[in-house]
């Protein structure tokens, strides 16, 4: 099957700094990604939708300065994490689709644990 | 998305038939029923998803009453492993790429 790719797997970085997270279709192309956060014990949280060319999708009460999102490639999108605090630790998860056709449902990637401290 | 009511949480034993039920009396007729499982600290997974007929593949069966009010997932013979969070989707027609998780189910297997 489809697989997505995350990368780093986990990261802890300093209060302040900037992280960046990678997301990559591996076998397929993908014209749009999704990036959703998880708190401990809550659900995913859709935080933006990723189109290849051209400006992230940002749902209500996300802060589009703050979460960074490039999809340079059919195949890679970034969220970029800016002055990262503490309350920005979370589980963060991306989703892609098949870009032909009747390509099926998204496939998940399996998610960065992001750790400010 | 159709809005979708799961049970918090259900136990099952090792071995038997884990039954979780999901309301989505608001569904339309053209809005499909998707179920995702997240196992701890890992990404979702998907199961199964069915419009009106009953649907089986190697992972689940899912069963959707024919007013499509309501759907079960059946995992036939539940092992440790199936311990996780199971959500249930109903998302509007021609976005489902852009899926909206609620709070799930919580299925825990038991020895």
């Known amino acids: 099957g489809a697989v997505v790719s995350q990368h780093p797997s986990w990261v802890i970085c300093k209060s302040g700094t900037s992280v960046k997270i990678e997301c990559r279709s591996l076998?397929?192309?993908?014209?749009?990604m999704f990036w959703y956060r998880q708190f401990p014990k809550q659900s995913l949280m859709l935080m933006a939708t990723s189109n290849e060319g051209s400006k992230a999708t940002y749902e209500q009460g996300v802060e589009k300065d703050k979460f960074l999102i490039n999809h340079a490639s059919l195949t890679l999108s970034t969220l970029t994490v800016t002055s990262a605090h503490p309350e920005d630790s979370s589980f963060y998860i991306c989703?892609?689709?098949?870009?032909?056709?009747?390509?099926?449902?998204?496939?998940f990637g399996p998610g960065t644990r992001l750790t400010v401290t | 998305d159709a809005k979708t009511t799961q049970p918090t949480s259900m136990d099952c034993a090792e071995g038997r038939a884990a039954n979780l039920p999901c309301n989505h009396s608001?569904?339309?007729?053209?809005?499909?029923v998707y179920w995702y499982r997240q196992i701890h600290s890992q990404g979702p997974q998907y199961i199964i998803h069915g419009l009106k007929n009953n649907e089986t593949n190697e992972m689940a069966s899912l069963i959707i009453t024919e007013d499509r009010k309501s759907s079960t997932l059946i995992l036939p013979h539940a092992t440790l492993r199936d311990t996780a969070v199971y959500y249930c989707?109903?998302?509007?027609?021609?976005?489902?790429?852009?899926?909206?998780f609620g709070t799930g189910t919580r299925l825990q297997v038991t020895l």
């Open positions: 989703s892609a689709r098949n870009r032909r056709a009747g390509g099926g449902l998204p496939y």
């Open positions: 989707i109903a998302p509007p027609t021609g976005t489902a790429s852009k899926l909206t």
């Open positions: 608001t569904i339309s007729g053209n809005e499909y």
């Open positions: 076998d397929f192309q993908a014209t749009t």
